[in-house]
Nanobody, 126 residues
Framework: QVQLVESGGGSVQAGGSLRLSCTVS???????MGWFHQAPGKEREGVAI???????SYVKSVKGRFTISQDKAKNTLDLQMNRLNPEDTGVYYC?????????????????????WGQGTQVTVSS
């Protein structure tokens, strides 16, 4: 099973930026990997996904503000978060699945991912 370790969370004022990084033990031949956001009292939801075909997708709330990227040479999966707002507050998790998903329903569902990092806290103040 792929091992994932996140870093880079913290506190920032609205409008600011943070970069999250996930160290990945291995990139499998076929995969979907991404970042999930769990706001206080809410379920974990996918926000940015990349797969082994190079397909990248974002949920509407972060499109144009967040950028997901991978570096297979460094074994990292990063999330650059710009123009942060208080609704972005929560724990961010890196996740991986050995499958490729072809619909947003499955792509962003936490139930489809079998490997998880421990999470990193992001707090955005107004």
């Amino acid at each position: 099973q792929v091992q994932l370790v996140e870093s880079g969370g913290g506190s920032v004022q609205a409008g600011g930026s943070l970069r999250l990084s996930c160290t990945v033990s291995e990139f499998t031949y076929k995969y979907s990997m991404g970042w999930f956001h769990q706001a206080p009292g809410k379920e974990r939801e996918g926000v940015a996904i990349i797969d082994s075909n190079g397909f990248i997708s974002y949920v509407k709330s972060v499109k144009g503000r967040f950028t997901i990227s991978q570096d297979k040479a460094k074994n990292t999966l990063d999330l650059q978060m710009n123009r942060l707002n208080p609704e972005d507050t929560g724990v961010y998790y890196c996740a991986a699945s050995p499958h490729i998903y072809y619909s947003d329903v499955t792509r962003y569902s936490a139930d489809m991912y079998s490997s998880w990092g421990q999470g990193t806290q992001v707090t955005v103040s107004s």
